[in-house]
């Protein structure tokens, strides 16, 4: 059974980088054919799409955070990585890890966990 | 940026009755359209894509339909389980996005 696990810490200081590690267990990201992503979800509020990634490393990023977003992945670990540069408190959110189905479709959710930007 | 409005914000429902919930999008997004559920404290789970295919495991009881850039999630007979908040998610552009969503509570 398809488990996805995040782990990382819960505060981040403003202007520190916040990182983020997704565990995939129950499927293998190295023979999977489909893509893995990030989405967040500020307390109270909607969710957005952050970032997705391919075993080979092919990324895609939100416009909006691109610029401090980066994805990695390693196959070996069966794991994917978020680091979100620069942070501020509006980037305090639930975070989520997940396997997409299609496009930007995703079937299958890990637990997520709230991170928040304060010092 | 596409924007999705759903309406309305919080659907009050008695148990047994149905349930219509509304997503426009602010463009064309074909029939690239999700539903989603989530409960408080818990990850969303896709309830159906394709504006109207379910998910394997989704009851029969939700439906989605399109009409347009207007888009309907019915859920014909709500159980119990059912009371949670949906959201809608364009992925025909990028970047795929999502509306704020609508609270399904107990009448």
């Known amino acids: 059974q398809l488990q996805l696990e995040l782990s990382g810490p819960g505060l981040v200081k403003p202007s520190e980088t916040l990182s983020l590690t997704c565990t995939v267990s129950?499927?293998?990201?190295?023979?999977?054919?489909?893509?893995w992503g990030w989405i967040r979800q500020p307390p109270g509020k909607g969710l957005e799409w952050i970032g997705s990634?391919?075993?080979?490393?092919?990324?895609y990023y939100n416009p909006s955070l691109k610029s401090r977003v980066a994805i990695s992945v390693d196959t070996s670990k069966n794991q994917f990585y978020l680091n979100l540069t620069s942070v501020t408190a509006a980037d305090t959110a639930v975070f989520y890890c997940a396997r997409v189905k299609q496009q930007l479709v995703f079937d299958f959710w890990g637990q997520g966990t709230l991170v928040t930007v304060s010092s | 940026e596409i924007v999705m409005t759903q309406s309305p914000a919080t659907l009050s429902v008695s148990p047994g009755e149905r349930a219509t919930l509304s997503c426009r999008a602010s463009?064309?997004?074909?029939?690239?359209l999700a539903w989603y559920q989530q409960k408080p404290g818990q990850a969303p789970r896709l309830l159906i894509y394709g504006a109207s295919t379910r998910e394997p495991g989704i009851p029969a009881r939700f439906s989605g339909s399109e009409s347009g850039t207007e888009f309907t999630l019915t859920i014909s007979s709500l159980q119990s389980e059912d009371f949670a908040t949906y959201y809608c998610?364009?992925?025909?552009?990028?970047?795929?996005?999502f509306g704020q969503g609508t609270k399904v509570e107990i009448k």
């Open positions: 463009q064309s997004v074909s029939r690239n």
């Open positions: 129950g499927d293998s990201i190295s023979r999977s054919t489909q893509y």
């Open positions: 990634i391919y075993k080979s490393g092919n990324t």
């Open positions: 998610q364009q992925y025909n552009n990028w970047p795929g996005t």
